[in-house]
């Protein structure tokens, strides 16, 4: 059976929302699509069913230095249309932020969704990323990933940057805490 995580951070010293907002927008992750709009009782238990679980993330950053824990970039000049990016992660982490690349023709893209799928379908995320000076997405999971070989999925692989350097693959990297 896939086992889907989402994750919604509510620590109320790190969280952009206040503790008392955050139950409301796990509240809306679990109940409204992504239009806004009411999930219907099938589409909840479809869920459910599916294995999507929604928790809020209480705990502190595992001791350790954040380090980069993979890369797919280059520094040559990139084209739109990033693949789905395959990724090895050495051993289990806790993952503090993933990044794509969304040069677009130097006109960026407004932040959308990153995720990952395990070997096994376990999926992970997708997380809601922010756009950061343009042209980066950031999201910032704080979930521990087990070792494993992972898919990488960026909500706009039309902008999502590549070149011949990264063999196609959309450019992402994460850091994190190896445990």
């Given amino acids: 059976m896939k086992k889907t995580i989402v994750v919604m951070l509510a620590v109320c010293s790190i969280a952009v929302l206040g503790c008392d907002d ?8 679990k109940y409204l699509n992504e239009k806004g709009e ?7 238990k479809a ?14 950053l595992p001791d350790g230095p954040v380090q980069e824990i993979f890369k797919i970039g280059s520094d040559l000049a990139v084209e739109n249309g990033g693949k789905n990016a395959t990724i090895q992660i050495i051993q289990d982490v806790y993952a503090t932020e993933i990044w794509t690349y969304h040069y677009n023709g130097g006109e960026g893209a407004p932040g959308g969704t990153i995720k990952m799928i395990a070997e096994d379908g376990t999926v992970y995320g997708p997380w809601q990323a ?18 494993g070989k992972y898919t990488v999925i960026d909500s706009d692989p039309g902008t999502w940057s590549q070149n011949s350097e ?13 445990k």
Avoid: C, L
């Avoid at 955050?22 to 992750?29: F, G, I, S, T, V």
């Avoid at 990264?166 to 190896?178: A, F, L, P, V």
């Fill in 166 to 178: 990264s063999k196609g693959m959309g450019m992402t990297w994460m850091n994190g805490i190896y």
């Fill in 22 to 29: 955050a139950q409301e927008h796990r509240d809306k992750m």
């Fill in 38 to 44: 009411p999930k219907s009782a099938e589409e909840i």
């Fill in 47 to 60: 869920e459910e069913d599916a294995g999507i679980v929604y928790y809020e993330d209480e705990a502190e």
């Fill in 130 to 147: 922010s756009s950061k000076n343009t042209f980066y997405w950031v999201a910032y999971p704080k979930i521990e990933i087990p070792a």
